[in-house]
């Protein structure tokens, strides 16, 4: 909670204690009707992370101050809410009832998923990911194809940028998280990955569009880690599925 205190430095003392005492309270709520406890200020999804209690996300990194809230995946119901609302920007409160399932967030995290699928190069079997892949488990998890039809094909049709000796960034498989720009530009690193462009145009490149062999990237790796997706790739990742007869997941591509 950096960020509250970055906001509050100027407050006299007994008021910045007075913060740290309420943000580091335990509060007790009800997650999907089952006790649970977090700390005062602590956003839904983690708290529900904590107690075993799964929300589909993409886009949250706990570290985060400002959550990203991008993917739109994480909706839950708020008792007393007229709508759903973000689980990874929403923070818990004493007393809440919070509800991970129901028909409204089970059509909103479709239509998200949909919507990320229509601009996405779907090639599971030429893929590093490939049985890693987070959307291949969401797709699982949603109950929702691969390859959804409701939405038109837009595909990003960006340039691979394979100049790295050891990354390869697919914008065709971005799904434009944010994880990696906020790892790569993290106090004392070299801050070379950004966002281009607008709208459906938006990808993820190093700074001015240079090849990411020529930018200021000092290899840590970082970004490829983050990566939940087959976006940022390491060189020596291997296309595991070439071998052995197709799983489920190539089958559902066919579908
Ligand atoms: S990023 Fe995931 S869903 Fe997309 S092609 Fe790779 S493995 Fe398949
Ligand atoms: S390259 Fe990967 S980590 Fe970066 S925004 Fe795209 S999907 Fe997210
Ligand atoms: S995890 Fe909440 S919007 Fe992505």
Same mark, same amino acid.
């Given at each position: $909670?950096? +960020? ?9 003392? %007994?008021?910045? %204690? ?6 580091? &309270? !335990? ?6 009707? *089952?006790? /649970?406890? =977090?700390?005062a200020g602590e956003k839904i999804l983690w708290a529900a992370l904590d107690n075993g209690i799964e929300i589909p996300h993409l886009c949250a990194e706990r570290e985060? !101050? ?13 008792? +007393?809410?007229? @709508?759903? /609302? ?6 818990? =409160?004493? +007393? $809440? ?7 409204? /967030?089970?059509?909103? #995290?479709?239509? &998200?998923?949909?919507?990320? $699928? ?6 599971c079997k030429n893929c590093a990911r490939n049985r890693s892949c987070a959307l291949q488990k969401l797709a699982g998890t949603l109950k929702v194809s691969l390859r959804?039809?409701?939405? #038109? *094909?837009?595909?990003?049709? &960006? ?9 390869? @960034? ?8 944010? *994880? ?6 993290q106090a004392g690193r070299s801050g070379v990955l950004d966002f281009v462009f607008r709208g459906l145009r938006t990808r993820v490149a190093p700074f001015r569009l !240079? ?9 840590? $790796?970082?970004? /490829?880690?983050?990566?939940? %997706? ?8 291997? &296309? ?14 066919? =579908?």
């Amino acid at each position: $909670m950096t +960020g509250i205190r970055g906001r509050t430095s100027n407050w006299p003392a %007994v008021l910045r %204690v007075s913060e740290e005492y309420t943000m580091s &309270a !335990e509060v007790n709520f009800f997650i999907d009707d *089952k006790p /649970v406890q =977090a700390r005062a200020g602590e956003k839904i999804l983690w708290a529900a992370l904590d107690n075993g209690i799964e929300i589909p996300h993409l886009c949250a990194e706990r570290e985060r !101050e400002e959550p990203f809230g991008a993917c739109r995946l994480c909706f839950v119901e708020v008792e +007393g809410r007229d @709508l759903p /609302v973000l689980s990874c920007s929403e923070p818990v =409160a004493a +007393g $809440m009832r919070v509800h991970t399932r129901s028909e409204r /967030v089970d059509r909103l #995290r479709r239509t &998200a998923f949909e919507l990320l $699928m229509s601009h996405h190069d779907l090639d599971c079997k030429n893929c590093a990911r490939n049985r890693s892949c987070a959307l291949q488990k969401l797709a699982g998890t949603l109950k929702v194809s691969l390859r959804p039809k409701r939405f #038109r *094909k837009l595909p990003t049709e &960006a340039p691979v940028d394979d100049s790295h000796a050891a990354i390869v @960034l697919n914008p065709n498989r971005c799904i434009l998280c944010g *994880k990696c720009v906020w790892v790569c530009n993290q106090a004392g690193r070299s801050g070379v990955l950004d966002f281009v462009f607008r709208g459906l145009r938006t990808r993820v490149a190093p700074f001015r569009l !240079e090849p990411l062999g020529d930018s200021e990237c000092d290899d840590c $790796m970082r970004c /490829v880690d983050s990566c939940p %997706v087959g976006a940022l790739t390491r060189k020596k990742d291997p &296309a595991e599925s070439t071998s052995g007869p197709p799983g489920p997941l190539e089958q559902q591509q066919k =579908a």
